[in-house]
């Protein structure tokens, strides 16, 4: 059985509630303190921008802190031996230029955007730096028919994707997600998708969902269909357990899967 060296979570979704009170359970803790004890490390992968998910952090009250912040569902944070969080490598510098250019390029399918968004009563257009970069919707029905309407409105253009989670739709380079994020860290980490294990909840988390990225995965019980269907397919482990708690029964499931499968002795030998 591979060694779980990097832990991948999601945030909201997978280790909260977005109705609970933020903190982080017991059996989380406890699987966190076990695998920080045997030398592993830790990165949530999250939509929440750098400040964002250090206050959601400072309410989680984890054990551990994260070695590094993947932020923006495309950025790469680690922790400096001063507890600072800084850019790692070029990787942020790169996504940041790609970004600036697409959207430049892409003037025309933007505003084709905010009017396709106009059309939906109660759902808006998220700015960022004058420019529209996401669209929040009024619900997830109205999500689901902006997912396809988008999808139909940018498929001319293989550059440009989107990020998708709850209400909230993303737009974003096409080379940039989660799993391409977390890739580049195992990179820089010099860590095997093999040593990886992965969490997650939404549409959002399906790119690191994935073998490629990590070869262990899981997923909580209040996950989306289409994400435990990913999960099953790759042999990852599916909680009846929700949000954190589920997440700690997957990070067990994988690192004692070789006891609880043990190899009976032939008959007839010395056990």
Same mark, same amino acid.
């Given at each position: 059985?591979? =060694? ?13 509630? *977005? ?12 699987? %966190?303190? &076990?695998?920080? #004890? #045997?030398? &592993?490390?830790?990165? $949530? ?8 998910? %250090? ?17 923006? /569902?495309?950025?790469?944070?680690? #922790?400096?031996? &001063?507890? +600072? ?27 084709? %955007? ?20 996401? $669209? ?9 028919? %902006? ?15 989107? =990020? ?5 739709? #993303? ?7 989660? &799993?391409?994020?977390?890739? /580049? ?9 093999? +040593? ?7 549409? +959002? ?18 996950? $989306? ?7 099953? =397919? ?8 929700? *949000? ?28």
């Amino acid at each position: 059985m591979n =060694q779980v060296h990097l832990l991948s979570t999601d945030f909201d979704g997978t280790l909260i509630g *977005f109705d609970s009170d933020g903190t982080c359970g017991a059996e989380f803790a406890e699987a %966190l303190t &076990g695998h920080r #004890r #045997r030398g &592993g490390l830790w990165a $949530i992968n999250t939509g929440r921008s750098l400040p964002h998910i %250090l206050q959601g952090l400072d309410r989680f009250q984890a054990p551990v802190t994260p070695d590094f912040l993947l932020t923006n /569902e495309r950025e790469i944070f680690h #922790r400096t031996s &001063g507890g +600072n969080w800084e850019a790692y490598g070029e990787w942020n510098a790169h996504c940041d230029s790609d970004h600036q250019e697409l959207f430049l390029k892409r003037a025309s399918l933007l505003q084709a %955007l905010e009017d396709l968004v106009a059309a939906h009563p109660g759902a808006v257009v998220i700015y960022e730096n004058g420019r529209p970069s996401g $669209i929040a919707a009024r619900d997830e029905d109205q999500v689901e028919r %902006l997912s396809v309407e988008v999808c139909d409105l940018t498929a001319g253009a293989s550059d440009f994707s989107f =990020q998708r989670n709850t209400v909230w739709l #993303r737009f974003c380079h096409v080379r940039y997600d989660k &799993g391409s994020a977390l890739g /580049e860290l195992c990179r820089l980490e010099g860590i095997s998708a093999a +040593n990886v294990f992965c969490a997650g909840d939404h549409f +959002n988390d399906l790119s690191m969902l994935r073998v490629e990225r990590a070869a262990m995965l899981a997923c909580p019980a209040n996950a $989306i269909a289409p994400v435990k269907a990913a999960v099953a =397919q790759s042999h990852g482990h599916v909680s009846d357990q929700a *949000f954190s708690r589920g997440v700690a029964e997957g990070l067990l499931h994988h690192e004692n899967r070789a006891w609880k499968n043990p190899v009976v002795p032939a008959e007839g030998c010395a056990s």
